[in-house]
Nanobody
Framework: QVQLVESGGGLVQPGGSLRLSCVAS????????MAWFRQAPGKEREFVAR???????YNPNLPKGRFAIFRDTAKNAVYLQMNSLQVEETAVYYC?????WGQGTQVTVSS
């Protein structure tokens, strides 16, 4: 049974940083296409970043250089480092592994 457990969300001031974690069980993150999505209130779920094998991909509509996806094979986890967060990036952030989804972690950017 596949489980994805996210953590690391919370309240951060504009311009701040957060690192989200997704610990997987039932699959091997280094062999699986792992991604982060987000869903803001009243909006559709949006792709943020993906890591598959040795390649990474980011939503081209997002400001470059502020998000980084990486993994720790020893912990079977994938992370999303987010810097210079803006108010409009308040959303529930979801970990995705192909057909599987985590429960989401809330990120609130507010002063």
């Amino acid at each position: 049974q596949v489980q994805l457990v996210e953590s690391g969300g919370g309240l951060v001031q504009p311009g701040g940083s957060l690192r989200l974690s997704c610990v997987a069980s039932g699959l091997t993150v280094s062999l699986t296409s792992m991604a982060w999505f987000r869903q803001a209130p009243g909006k559709e779920r949006e792709f943020v970043a993906r890591r598959h094998g040795g390649t990474t991909a980011y939503n081209p509509n997002l400001p470059k250089g502020r998000f980084a996806i990486f993994r720790d094979t020893a912990k079977n986890a994938v992370y999303l480092q987010m810097n210079s967060l803006q108010v409009e990036e308040t959303a529930v952030y979801y970990c995705n592994a192909e057909m599987y989804w985590g429960q989401g972690t809330q990120v609130t950017v507010s002063s």
